[in-house]
């Protein structure tokens, strides 16, 4: 690594194995010195968990990320994806990071679900620390199990990360922004336009206990399905990607309702002060 380069941390909630992040790699390798640390196991929705429960002790491995004939090496770790960036910045890195990009997702993380999201959790632990963030997620279009189904071209996803990669390096995020969250049609062409959205308040993957489970079944599962093609507004992450287009969608730490604060006061039975 250079001191004259960004640094860019790239992590995932899929595990260091996941071909996601592997596409990663060589698409931001132009852009900068990669930092790349990822959960040793599947992570996904972990939120921003900082659990260290179930054998996350924290403990790093030496791995290598090999893509486009090159490799690249790479820590695993055993930690949530929030834990995960913290080892990351706390013990490897060395010097600041200049942005952290979280993915590429298998699969959507669409409106509400971002609380859930362990790639949109690194990017907020990312941010937690005042570095811009970046959690990317590629559509998966395909009912059942991933195994089941062939595998995904995340080439053009990774096309889209390096366009807003580079750009997040080249001017700062507006106040506010902490992350941008991208979503990627799985129709996506890098031809596909993109447009900013604001979340959808969609439930998008809803959890269902399996019919006819006893409740008191120690196998007892919970089930998801998506509302693909569905949203509750216009100009969303959900619209853009029931349209076909990538969404680009600018996230915050905080998140205080948009409410009038002296009303809700009113409400809840405080006066409001005198002027």
């Known amino acids: 690594m250079t001191e004259t380069?960004?640094?860019?941390?790239?992590?995932?909630?899929d595990g260091i194995d996941s071909p996601g992040l592997a596409a990663l790699v060589p698409a931001l390798a132009p852009l900068?010195?990669?930092?790349?640390?990822?959960?040793?196991?599947?992570?996904?929705?972990?939120?921003?968990?900082?659990?260290?429960?179930?054998?996350?002790?924290?403990?790093?491995?030496?791995?290598?990320?090999?893509a486009g004939g090159k490799s690249w090496p790479a820590y695993a770790a055993n930690a949530t994806p929030a834990l995960t960036v913290d080892h990351g910045l706390q013990q490897l890195a060395g010097r600041p990071v200049s942005l952290v990009v979280s993915g590429i997702n298998y699969g959507?993380?669409?409106?509400?679900?971002?609380?859930?999201?362990?790639?949109?959790?690194?990017?907020?632990?990312?941010?937690?620390?005042?570095?811009?963030?970046?959690?990317?997620?590629?559509?998966?279009?395909?009912?059942?199990?991933?195994?089941?189904?062939?595998?995904?071209?995340?080439?053009?996803?990774?096309?889209?990360?390096?366009?807003?990669a580079r750009r997040v390096l080249d001017a700062a995020l507006p106040p506010d922004v902490d992350l941008l969250k991208i979503e990627v049609p799985a129709s996506a062409t890098v031809d596909t336009p993109w447009v900013v959205t604001h979340q959808d308040r969609l439930a998008y993957y809803q959890p269902r206990v399996e019919p006819g489970r006893d409740a008191f079944d120690s196998d007892n599962i919970f089930l998801h399905?998506?509302?693909?093609?569905?949203?509750?507004?216009?100009?969303?992450?959900?619209?853009?990607?029931?349209?076909?287009?990538?969404?680009v969608t600018p996230l915050s730490l905080n998140l205080t309702s948009r409410t009038d604060l002296a009303g809700l006061s009113q409400?809840?039975?405080?006066?409001?002060?005198?002027e």
């Open 108 to 164: 959507e993380n669409i409106g509400s679900c971002v609380t859930v999201s362990g790639t949109v959790g690194a990017a907020l632990e990312a941010a937690d620390h005042g570095i811009p963030a970046i959690a990317a997620s590629l559509e998966y279009d395909h009912e059942g199990p991933q195994e089941d189904h062939p595998p995904l071209d995340f080439s053009v996803a990774a096309h889209f990360v390096q366009l807003f």
């Open 225 to 247: 399905w998506q509302q693909k093609g569905r949203y509750v507004a216009e100009g969303s992450d959900a619209h853009a990607l029931a349209n076909g287009l990538v969404s």
């Open 267 to 274: 409400i809840l039975g405080k006066p409001a002060p005198a």
């Open 5 to 13: 380069k960004p640094l860019i941390l790239i992590t995932n909630d």
């Open 32 to 66: 900068g010195d990669l930092l790349i640390v990822a959960p040793r196991t599947q992570q996904t929705s972990m939120g921003r968990s900082r659990s260290q429960q179930e054998g996350r002790n924290g403990r790093l491995y030496k791995r290598e990320i090999v």
